[in-house]
């Protein structure tokens, strides 16, 4: 199936075999049904120098080697006749954190061009000339290069994409979907090293069900992630979910 809908990406790489690493699971399913495309651009074939060598050294000094604009650019400049109407996106460890809005708003997009950076940096004039518009960072850490940034953009991408999902649902019960983190979930046996699964999951009532599940959420992101709570605006009923939970909690402490 290639349609109109079609999600389709360039990515700018020198190492193109890395994105085999997506040809598994839900997303190497989503690339086999045509629901997403993958094109590659290899800076290495756009070297002006002598033996496809692409990088150089900092004016100014400084360790390590810097990756040319040339053939960036002139990657970016082939991506752009291929996907017109692409959206530009540069994986860098000095980008904006990369979030669920994020991936919400890129799958929207049909076209979206990658660009991953390797060795110490990118010439600044790359980013300048090839009108990136959005740059991001999976984390305040430094890879070796974008490709394991994009990849992680690629799959939470093609996970948002209509029928990449047996269950059309579960994009959206995702953890972080409405800004918390998931409930704990459960399956068989329901005894593990006398572990027992909680007994309002076997009870068969599914509004109890939901509402302990939405008590955990809210509990989890409490007590794990409480800059994603304090961005909320929880109703009366949440914050009586939470508080629940929290003296659940201290219960449990002092039997300990
Ligand atoms: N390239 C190197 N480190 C990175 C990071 N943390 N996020 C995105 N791209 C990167």
């Known amino acids: 199936m290639t349609s109109k809908s079609t ?12 994105f085999t690493a997506l040809n598994f699971g839900v997303v190497g399913r989503a690339l086999k049904q045509g629901i997403s495309e993958l094109t590659y651009l290899n800076p290495r074939d756009e070297a002006t120098r002598n033996h496809g060598y692409i990088d150089d050294t900092p ?19 082939k991506a752009d006749k291929i996907f017109p109407h692409a959206y530009r996106i540069l994986l860098t460890p000095t980008g904006q954190p990369m979030t669920h809005e994020h991936v919400k708003t890129l799958s929207q997009h049909r ?31 430094v890879l070796s290069g974008g490709e394991i940034a994009a990849m992680a953009l690629i799959d939470a991408c093609i996970r948002q994409q209509p029928h990449a999902l047996g269950d059309a649902q579960s994009a959206h019960q995702d953890s972080f979907c409405e800004g918390l983190l998931e409930a704990p979930q459960y399956t068989r046996p329901k ?9 309002i999951l076997l009870s068969g009532n599914h509004a109890a069900i939901r509402q302990w599940r939405r008590k955990q959420a ?16 929880l109703s009366s009923t949440d914050q009586a979910l939470l508080s629940d939970y929290q003296s659940e909690l201290n219960q449990g402490e002092e039997h300990e």
């Open 59 to 77: 004016y100014g000094g400084g360790p390590g080697m810097i990756m040319q604009a040339a053939p960036l650019l002139a990657c970016i400049r």
């Open 218 to 233: 809210l509990g989890r992101t409490w007590q794990y992630r409480l800059d994603l709570l304090s961005r909320l605006k």
């Open 191 to 199: 005894i593990l090293e006398n572990k027992t699964v909680p007994s």
């Open 111 to 141: 076209e979206l061009i990658m660009v991953c950076g390797r060795y110490e940096g990118i010439d600044q004039r790359f980013t300048d000339l090839a009108h990136i518009d959005l740059e991001l960072s999976i984390g305040d850490f």
């Open 7 to 18: 999600f389709k990406i360039a990515v700018i790489t020198l190492f193109p075999e890395m």
